[in-house]
């Protein structure tokens, strides 16, 4: 058979994922100390896990309603009350999804139409573009630069408008800068964004990992909660990443077609994760805060490291990422982490895999023990004096 015929033209046009590239390399290579992957490395808490044992051993196993356990619902309803002063209905605002990638999915499935142009803010995690795509409207990138902290402004947000624009991607804090949005930066954005018939996806997967104050969602400024798709999960800040649990929060009239379209493709998500996340949710904040004060710890030692090693980096205000430049070298981003890997047994991701805006960087996750971290940046600089002595 001729297979190729049968594909989809547009899923052939599609690129893999540039993050995963390199961490699938790695996997088939002996001692490689990777720094690639954004998973914690702290085990999901003690009580989270007890609840999904308990689920488990009163038979807890069956379908829930397609909009995920009304406890749970209500549970996140309190939970963004609390955080953001957010009010969202339980029972029409918020579906209970497979991770925040299924609740980005249906949030660009649900509004985008062939040639509605969707605003996808750059250096970003890899799944927007190709999403918008499969749909066939078209992604329009908005590059962040260093000299702004990779954060978006009103600005670069006005250039890029026009009048076949449906949807803006807000992804803060940022995957792979670190960049976060604060209230005033936010309020300008909204100020752009009031008055035109804009949808904002905010992805706040990271929300609870930040270092500078409390996290703000643009859902929180005046006017904004009725054009905000919130999305958020419990892989990152409850290190629940096989958990599979996510969830969006918007306004009813939206809600109501996405769920339609989760129905179809997912039923529900899975039921003993959901009791686990109401746990989670409940009377796990202080073990949060536990793992972001070693996050930051990590995050402080590796932004001064390799500003030492001569990579100057960014500092990130929120996510576990740093994002170091590697122009000094010479290098590609994907030449200086083809040879880091092949030479020096290290593995981090090129920066131009999150948009050709990242090209000259390198993204580094920090969800790793402090040793970890230390082994590795050892062989970096010793990978960057090579570079140096044979210029």
Not at 55 to 83: F, Q, W
Not at 181 to 192: D, G, K, Q, S, Y
Not at 236 to 254: D, S
Request: aromatic content about 8%; overall charge negative.
């Amino acid at each position: 058979m001729d297979y190729d015929n049968l594909l989809s033209d547009k899923c052939k046009t599609i690129k893999p994922s540039g993050i995963r590239k390199f961490f699938d390399i790695a996997t088939t290579m002996d001692d490689v100390i990777s720094l690639g992957v954004g998973e914690p490395d702290f085990p999901t808490p003690w009580p989270i896990r007890q609840t999904a044992i308990t689920t488990l051993e009163k038979g807890k196993t069956v379908y829930t309603a397609n909009a995920g356990l009304m406890e749970l619902r209500e549970t996140i309803s309190r939970y963004l009350k609390r955080k953001n002063n957010l009010s969202y209905c339980p029972n029409d605002e918020i579906i209970i999804t497979v991770g925040g990638s299924e609740a980005i999915d249906l949030g660009i499935r649900a509004l985008v139409n062939p040639g509605d142009e969707v605003l996808v803010v750059e250096p970003s995690f890899v799944c927007y573009k190709p999403i918008v795509e499969i749909m066939h409207g078209v992604p329009i990138v908005i590059e962040t630069k260093l000299e702004d902290n990779f954060k978006l402004t009103a600005e670069a947000l006005k250039a890029k408008i026009t009048d076949k624009t449906k949807l803006l991607i807000l992804p803060f804090p940022n995957n792979p800068t670190g960049a976060i949005m604060t209230r005033e930066e936010l309020e300008a954005i909204a100020e752009v964004l009031r008055g035109t018939d804009i949808i904002v996806l905010s992805d706040e997967i990271y929300s609870e990992l930040t270092y500078s104050g409390k996290h703000v969602s643009i859902a929180e400024i005046d006017g904004m909660q009725e054009r905000t798709l919130l999305v958020n999960g419990f892989s990152k800040a409850f290190a629940m990443t096989g958990w599979r649990l996510g969830y969006l929060a918007g306004p009813a009239p939206l809600v109501k077609q996405m769920l339609k379209i989760h129905q179809y493709a997912i039923m529900c998500s899975p039921t003993i994760s959901q009791y686990a996340a109401i746990e989670a949710m409940e009377n796990c904040e202080e073990d949060v805060a536990k793992m972001v004060d070693e996050y930051n710890i990590r995050r402080r030692w590796l932004v001064n490291a390799f500003n030492e090693i001569g990579l100057e980096c960014f500092e990130p205000m929120g996510a576990f990422y740093v994002f170091p430049s590697i122009k000094s070298t010479g290098m590609s981003s994907q030449e200086f982490c083809e040879n880091l890997l092949y030479k020096h047994k290290v593995a981090v991701v090129p920066g131009d895999a999150f948009g050709d805006c990242g090209e000259g960087h390198i993204r580094v996750s920090y969800a790793y023990s402090l040793k970890h971290l230390m082994d590795a940046v050892a062989c970096i600089k010793e990978f960057v004096e090579e570079i140096k002595n044979n210029k």
